[in-house]
């Protein structure tokens, strides 16, 4: 079975800090995808970056960046000097769905980020 | 420009009514539509996944389905609602490419309270 982790329910921070969203996840598989999401108050998630199991490149994006570590089943989210903006619900999901069309994703619960001024 | 669209945003229904969430796609052709469930403090579930017109698979038992009647219309049913049922529903579409599995695009959500 699937399963991913978000230990980090709420997270708060101060505008400028970095701040790191961990994802441990638990699969059989030996090919996958890994997956953040971003769901601000409004409501609708954000697709922010997938992952191949084969790939354990870190990659950064502007302030964003996501380092992969399948010793450690992880795939950790860090936002360099956070924002007010970044304040959401971060989601990380794993599909099994590697060469297929079909993206089934499986969610983590979760981790509320709150960036204050 | 692709856009996706879910109603009612709100609902609120006695238990034992009906239910009917509609989710409708633009600027796109033949996507895979979901349907996922937050309910509070949990992470997303996936209820139905679509691959075409009239083709739906279910991930967990329960008490909704789902119905494709258009390429790009995607709808929730409930007979009779449950408290459980309780949630905040999304709907996604995906576009069928095996370089882009798992970006989803996803709705509004429609919130439903069952009292």
């Known amino acids: 079975a699937q399963k991913v982790t978000q230990a980090q329910t709420e997270i708060s921070v101060v505008e400028k800090e970095d701040v790191t969203l961990d994802c441990v996840y638990e699969?059989?598989?030996?090919?996958?995808?890994l997956f953040w999401y971003k769901q601000p108050p409004s409501g609708e998630l954000v697709f922010l970056i997938r992952?191949?199991?084969?790939?354990?490149q870190n990659e950064i994006s502007g302030r964003y960046s996501w380092n992969f570590q399948k010793s450690t089943s992880s795939f950790n989210f860090t936002i360099t000097a956070s924002q007010v903006v970044d304040s959401a619900v971060y989601f990380c999901?794993?599909?099994?769905?590697?060469?297929?069309?079909?993206?089934?994703?499986?969610f983590g619960r979760g981790t509320q980020l709150t960036v204050w001024p | 420009s692709q856009t996706i669209h879910q109603w009612p945003a709100t609902l609120v229904q006695p238990v034992g009514s009906p239910l009917s969430l509609e989710c409708t796609v633009e600027g796109t052709s033949n996507p895979n539509l979901y349907w996922y469930r937050q309910a509070a403090g949990r992470g997303l579930q996936l209820l139905f996944y679509s691959v075409g017109i009239g083709q739906i698979s279910s991930e967990v038992p329960q008490n909704l389905s789902a119905s494709r009647p258009q390429d790009r219309q995607f709808i929730l049913s409930s007979k009779k609602l449950l408290l459980s049922d309780s949630g905040f529903y999304l709907c996604?579409?995906?576009?069928?490419?095996?370089?882009?599995?798992?970006?989803?695009?996803f709705g509004e959500g429609s919130r439903l309270t069952v009292l």
């Open positions: 992952r191949n199991s084969f790939d354990e």
């Open positions: 999901a794993l599909s099994r769905d590697r060469g297929s069309t079909l993206g089934r994703l499986y």
């Open positions: 699969t059989r598989d030996t090919t996958y995808y």
């Open positions: 996604a579409w995906s576009v069928r490419s095996v370089q882009r599995t798992g970006e989803l695009f």
